[in-house]
């Protein structure tokens, strides 16, 4: 059971890999009235404007006939019998090819063409003789058909050897349309998940049918399914192989090493059939947010509130202060609720960050308040939640923005003389702190204007000296370190303590 899984799964992610369909789709090859390859004639139907032309099916045998049958009336002229193989929607035929067998009598006349875009045909040349394939290749093939027709001006006679026999039908289609896909269940529903969960899948394709459906986690397989085609041996033995609509439920147990706390990415992809070519898919993102680390409250309340304290929603501090968390839960009618468990986690605000963190789990007091110091730190994102099942949560989200302090030292910051040059050593606060840009400003009595700067090392240092060659008196410069916005860098603009040092001219 595992090994056929595991199989299936490689084989649907097989399909993904690539990159976005191109417009002019996927190949796939299809047979019909091929018996001994398990293709019978499922797709191939049967039309006639006289009670003359009768239709015969052995596909085991001389295949799909039509012959002539006279009566004491002749047949008109334009009638016709024809066996027809139409393209799904969303295909085109690009290619197709048959054993034929094949007579005119009696200006009853076989024929063999492909239907065209606009409602054009393309009659193929040598239909006539004993046993022998014609074939057709082209674009924007709409059918196939094989059809014995009254080709006279007037009637045409009995027509009793007239016949067309058609048998191992083999087309090439092209795949016009991308799948659809759309995801459900429990593990999308609001708010953040824990626990085992349900992810339910919508894919539909008009084309070849939907193939495979796989789930994918923060960039890395999770789950597949490829659903059951109509095949032998790679190749289709139904025109549409696949199913036009799969409907597949995944359970997915957010325990599990893939996921992490906090928001994850999850992306379902529908591919549909083209095993000689880069499958047409379509992919699906949304953003997961699991919580297995908040414990589940004995007390539960009703009303979360929470807000920085001194602030609301929103507090800006410096990277090397504290910020203060504070609530209250109450029930629906306003009254505080004791001892209850209340969660305040916290995620790093960088593209990709570290998981988010379980900061503290303090039980509200007996007015229903709780109070939590996060400690200093960079820009988070700050969530507050009250577990009041395995399925129900309160939550509340705010955010912390940091400006960075970069810690800035001087060597020496004395004595100097025009022509010395002075050592700064800079030190900006983590995480994610190599290779960011610092800049030393200096001030004599005027504005602040940058002397040096550079990146850091991997732990956050800048080193880097500045010689004086213009000073032609006393003076006393002011120097600090600044750091701008950066991408990926999780604090707000900031600035150092002023340094001075005394140059003499």
């Known amino acids: 059971m595992k090994r056929s899984f595991l199989a299936a799964a490689v084989v649907a992610l097989a399909l993904f890999a690539g990159a976005a369909p191109e417009a002019h789709g996927g190949i796939y090859k299809a047979i019909q009235c091929y018996e001994q390859n398990g293709a019978g004639h499922h797709d191939v139907s049967y039309d006639s404007s006289s009670e003359r032309y009768r239709a015969t099916a052995d596909c085991d045998g001389p295949g799909l006939g039509i012959t002539h049958d006279p009566g004491a009336s002749r047949t008109g002229s334009g009638r016709f019998g024809a066996w027809t193989i139409t393209a799904p929607d969303g295909t085109e035929i690009v290619r197709a090819a048959a054993r034929v067998n094949a007579s005119s009598q009696n200006r009853h006349v076989p024929q063999v063409h492909i239907g065209l875009e606009g409602g054009s045909r393309e009659l193929l040349d040598g239909v006539q003789g004993d046993l022998h394939t014609v074939d057709w290749e082209g674009e924007g093939g709409s059918y196939f058909r094989s059809r014995l027709t009254c080709l006279s001006r007037d009637d045409c006679g009995d027509g009793r050897d007239a016949h067309i026999h058609m048998r191992r039908i083999a087309l090439t289609l092209r795949d016009l349309a991308p799948p659809t896909v759309e995801m459900g269940g429990g593990l999308l529903d609001p708010g953040s998940r824990r626990g085992d969960q349900m992810l339910e899948v919508s894919a539909r394709d008009a084309g070849s049918g939907v193939r495979s459906v796989a789930v994918e986690l923060n960039g890395q397989p999770l789950q597949a399914r490829v659903l059951e085609c109509s095949l032998k041996d790679s190749v289709a033995i139904r025109l549409r192989p696949c199913p036009k609509d799969a409907t597949p439920r995944f359970e997915i147990d957010t325990t599990g090493a893939r996921f992490r706390q906090g928001p994850n990415e999850l992306r379902v992809c529908a591919a549909d059939f083209a095993p000689e070519a880069t499958a047409n898919h379509t992919c699906e993102t949304r953003?997961?947010?699991?919580?297995?680390?908040?414990?589940?409250?004995?007390?539960?309340?009703?009303?979360?509130?929470?807000?920085?304290?001194?602030?609301?929603?929103?507090?800006?501090?410096?990277?090397?202060?504290?910020?203060?968390?504070?609530?209250?839960?109450?029930?629906?009618?306003?009254?505080?609720?004791?001892?209850?468990?209340?969660?305040?986690?916290?995620?790093?605000?960088?593209?990709?960050?570290?998981?988010?963190?379980?900061?503290?789990?303090?039980?509200?007091?007996?007015?229903?308040?709780?109070?939590?110091?996060?400690?200093?730190?960079?820009?988070?994102?700050?969530?507050?939640?009250?577990?009041?099942?395995?399925?129900?949560?309160?939550?509340?989200?705010?955010?912390?923005?940091?400006?960075?302090?970069?810690?800035?030292?001087?060597?020496?910051?004395?004595?100097?003389?025009?022509?010395?040059?002075?050592?700064?050593?800079?030190?900006?606060?983590?995480?994610?702190?190599?290779?960011?840009?610092?800049?030393?400003?200096?001030?004599?009595?005027?504005?602040?204007?940058?002397?040096?700067?550079?990146?850091?090392?991997?732990?956050?240092?800048?080193?880097?000296?500045?010689?004086?060659?213009?000073?032609t008196e006393t003076r006393r410069y002011a120097f600090r370190a600044i750091i701008r916005r950066q991408p990926g860098y999780p604090y707000q603009p900031g600035k150092s303590k002023t340094h001075h040092a005394t140059v003499t001219g």
């Open 287 to 471: 953003t997961v947010r699991i919580d297995n680390e908040c414990p589940v409250s004995r007390t539960t309340g009703a009303v979360l509130r929470a807000r920085f304290k001194g602030a609301g929603r929103r507090i800006t501090v410096h990277s090397d202060e504290p910020a203060i968390v504070a609530g209250t839960l109450t029930d629906t009618g306003g009254q505080a609720v004791r001892g209850a468990e209340v969660c305040v986690a916290t995620r790093v605000d960088t593209t990709d960050g570290p998981p988010e963190r379980v900061i503290a789990t303090p039980t509200t007091g007996a007015d229903g308040r709780f109070k939590v110091r996060l400690p200093a730190g960079p820009s988070r994102e700050v969530r507050i939640a009250h577990w009041r099942g395995a399925h129900e949560v309160a939550e509340r989200f705010l955010e912390l923005r940091s400006k960075a302090i970069p810690r800035l030292e001087l060597s020496p910051d004395g004595g100097l003389e025009n022509g010395d040059s002075v050592r700064f050593n800079a030190h900006i606060p983590g995480p994610a702190a190599a290779q960011r840009r610092v800049a030393i400003q200096a001030r004599g009595t005027g504005k602040w204007i940058r002397i040096e700067g550079g990146r850091t090392d991997r732990r956050g240092n800048w080193s880097g000296r500045y010689r004086f060659t213009n000073t």
